[in-house]
């Protein structure tokens, strides 16, 4: 599968969750202080994002 979600560690010791596809980045979530927040904000993602409606403000 070419996207996947990945948790990483920031210089500031925080847990970020990023969405990547192929090897860029898409987008990431704020710092969270556990492993266990970016792991939950991953979860919220997943169950929420796909009927998220899209809004042009262009």
């Known amino acids: 599968m070419a996207h996947r979600f990945e948790i990483r560690q920031n210089k ?5 969750a990023y969405f990547c596809y ?20 991953i979860e919220s993602i997943q169950k929420n994002g796909p009927g998220a ?3 042009d403000k262009s």
């Not at 500031?12 to 970020?16: D, H, K, L, R, T």
């Not at 192929?22 to 904000?41: D, V």
Request: glycine content about 10%.
């Open 22 to 41: 192929n090897s860029e980045t898409i987008f990431w979530t704020e710092g969270y202080s556990s492993k266990s927040g970016a792991q939950n904000a």
């Open 53 to 55: 409606p899209v809004e």
């Open 12 to 16: 500031a010791g925080e847990y970020v």
